[in-house]
């Protein structure tokens, strides 16, 4: 059951010796959620404060869904599950990856104890290529320019991250195109 899980999960140290700052998962879920957020893994901010989203990345994403603060952390509706529990640590070129046996490990559990999942929200690399496997395209552009063909279960969009300004600039079809069909489909799961 997922009150059982949930404990474990937080409580977990499967990675700990890879994790430069401590393992501190970070996740929300409820068996009664039909929208399910999947991002890569908690950034600093997030890792402090423990609570998802919680920076200008969630701002944004806020934003794009059309969502209050307090709809958006309402658990009974919204589960924020990140393909890693736990800040990986910082490498070259931004955030590491997350950690994959975070993901291989909890997911098969969790997964199936969330069953009114109505829609799964894949953001960014990390996300899309763990759900959605062979049928991802060859880059995050053309997966989220796909993103019709994910529905009704996946919707694939871009990491919302401040660093990805550039990304927004040279495809403003996302937000003109995805973000108002976005916003329906979030409300029309969520009212459901």
């Known amino acids: 059951m997922l009150e059982e899980l949930l404990p474990q999960i937080r409580a977990c140290q499967l990675c700990a010796a890879h994790l430069p700052h401590g393992p501190r998962p970070v996740l929300r879920a409820s068996a009664t959620a039909r929208l399910m957020i999947v991002g890569q893994a908690p950034g600093t901010k ?11 990345s969630g701002k944004r994403l806020r934003s794009w869904l059309g969502l209050t603060p307090d709809e958006f952390y309402n658990e009974a509706h919204v589960a924020i599950v990140p393909t890693a529990f736990c800040y990986p640590g910082t490498g070259p070129s931004g955030d ?3 950690r994959p046996e975070c993901f291989r490990h909890w ?4 997964l199936p104890l969330l069953p009114n999942i109505q ?4 953001i960014g690399t990390y996300a899309q290529r763990a759900f959605l496997g062979t049928q991802a395209k060859a880059t995050l552009t053309q997966t989220v ?6 529905l009704p279960k996946y919707l694939p969009l871009p990491h919302p991250s401040p660093r990805n300004i550039a990304w927004f600039k040279r495809h403003p079809w996302f937000e003109r ?9 979030v409300q029309a799961t969520l009212s459901a």
């Open 46 to 56: 997030v890792h402090a404060s423990g609570i998802p989203w919680d920076d200008q």
């Open 96 to 98: 590491l990856p997350p």
């Open 107 to 110: 997911h098969p559990q969790l």
């Open 119 to 122: 829609l799964t929200l894949l």
């Open 145 to 150: 320019e796909a993103w019709q063909e994910y």
């Open 177 to 185: 195109e995805v973000i108002p069909t976005l916003q329906e489909i």
